[in-house]
Nanobody
Framework: QVQLVQSGGGLVQAGGSLRLSCAAS????????MGWYRQAPGQQRELVAT???????NYAGSVNGRFTISRDNAKNTVNLQMNSLKFEDAAVYYC?????????WGQGTQVTVSS
C-alpha cells in the first residue's frame, strides 16, 4: 500500500506564496507521474500540475507561470511552489500518484487566500 503524506499549505494573503510537499512511501520512480489536484467547495476536483517520471511537466492554464511542480527523487517527494496566489486558488489540494493500474491520493491540504 502506498502512502502519500502532504505538508505545507495554510493561510496566505493574495499575492503571497506557499509551498506544498508530498512524500511518498516508496520510490517515486515507480509512478508514471505525480501531480497536484485541487477542489474548491461545490466544485469538481481539477488538475493543477503534473510531472512525469521523466520530468515532463504540465500545468492548468489558470496556474501556468505562477506555480511550479518539482520532484526530489532522493527524498521521494514532489513539491508545488505556488506564487502570486489569487483568491480563486483557495481550495483543498491533493497530491496524486499515477501507478498506471491505479491512482493514489494524499490526505488533502487546505489553502486559504485572504485579502
Amino acid at each position: 500500500q502506498v502512502q502519500l503524506v502532504q505538508s505545507g499549505g495554510g493561510l496566505v494573503q493574495a499575492g503571497g506564496s506557499l509551498r506544498l510537499s508530498c512524500a511518498a512511501s516508496r520510490s517515486i520512480f515507480s509512478f508514471d507521474a505525480m501531480g497536484w489536484y485541487r477542489q474548491a467547495p461545490g466544485q469538481q476536483r481539477e488538475l493543477v500540475a503534473t510531472i512525469t517520471s521523466g520530468g515532463t511537466t504540465n500545468y492548468a492554464g489558470s496556474v501556468n507561470g505562477r506555480f511550479t511542480i518539482s520532484r526530489d527523487n532522493a527524498k521521494n517527494t514532489v513539491n508545488l511552489q505556488m506564487n502570486s496566489l489569487k483568491f480563486e486558488d483557495a481550495a483543498v489540494y491533493y497530491c496524486n500518484a499515477d501507478a498506471s493500474v491505479r491512482y493514489y491520493w494524499g490526505q488533502g491540504t487546505q489553502v486559504t487566500v485572504s485579502s
